[in-house]
């Protein structure tokens, strides 16, 4: 499994909860990935909102996955923004958890050659790095409307294990 995404996995109430706690987050222009904002917490942020934290880690849970995450990025994308194509790094290990929120229409990735609608609520797991095989290869097509956000969960070391 590359990855796998868990359709409308969130409910509106849950939706509405996270997007509560990232909607005012000091966003920054994306300088590698693509042309949208982001913003980036990990072990040396002290700033993050504990139960932002905590609510992750409950949908990780959720999901069934069980990793020691260490950063976690929030993107968020606005009509006519996208993600270029990409390989995760090796230092990014294990998988990834991006959760799907907002209010966007017409949101597409490619992920290795599938292309995939997403829609509010819906989870996508894919792996990072396990041993040498890399994860997807993904892009995400210019929004057609609206703001995604996706809170992306990972472990990503401080050396390239390569």
Same mark, same amino acid.
């Given at each position: ?14 939706? =509405? ?48 996955? =069980? ?5 976690? @990025? ?6 006519? =923004? ?16 991006? $959760?799907?929120? *907002? ?11 599938? @292309? %995939? %609608? @997403?829609?509010?609520?819906? $989870? ?6 396990? *041993? ?23 472990? $990503?070391?401080? =050396?390239?294990?390569?």
């Amino acid at each position: 499994m590359k990855y796998i995404i868990h359709k409308k996995k969130l409910q509106i109430r849950q939706q =509405e909860y996270l997007l509560n706690k990232i909607h005012r987050l000091p966003y920054q222009k994306e300088q590698w990935w693509g042309d949208y904002q982001v913003c980036v917490f990990n072990q040396d942020s002290p700033d993050i909102d504990p139960a932002l934290q905590k609510a992750i880690t409950i949908i990780s849970q959720m999901v069934n996955v =069980e990793q020691n995450f260490n950063t976690i @990025v929030i993107k968020k994308i606005q009509k006519g =923004e996208k993600i270029i194509p990409h390989v995760d790094s090796r230092n990014t290990v294990g998988k990834s958890i991006s $959760i799907l929120l *907002g209010s966007f229409e017409d949101a597409r990735y490619r992920m290795d050659d599938t @292309v %995939e %609608e @997403v829609n509010p609520g819906d $989870i996508i797991i894919q792996d990072c790095t396990n *041993g040498y095989a890399m994860g997807p290869n993904y892009l995400m097509y210019p929004l057609q409307g609206g703001t995604q956000y996706a809170i992306t969960i990972c472990t $990503i070391l401080k =050396e390239n294990p390569v």
